[in-house]
């Protein structure tokens, strides 16, 4: 019974864990929007107009920021496939209420409460429901 339960809690963790990836993949976005803006106004982030002669500095800065958006790019691309992987277990369930349950809790981030108001069951029915879903999930390495 513990085995079981520290298993549906491995994957609840998994399943909570998408709206924190949403937020880092929206925190990311936001900082390649800024970079961006940095590269194309650098008279904005460096303390003194460019000038002629600072052309090597300019380019190096720009090369920096390239490089830097790059890294975010591939650290967006992590947290993206965290959320397309959730919402594919999710999917994969084959109960449509539990989907539903699913997705409302952990991908709309609802309360339980919410949740029951949601789908017109009562607390728990809604609970059960979720308890064979849990089972149904499959997590491994890949999945994590």
Partial sequence: ???????????????MSYRWAKKQEERILEEIRELRMDKMFPSAVNDGMPKGSEQRDLSDYAAKLDELIEELKEERLEKIKRLQSIERVIKEIDNEDAQTILWLRYIDGLRWEEVCVAINYEWAQMHRIHARALREIKINDDTK
């Fill in 1 to 15: 019974m513990k085995e079981n339960w520290s298993e549906n809690e491995k994957k609840k963790r998994y399943l």
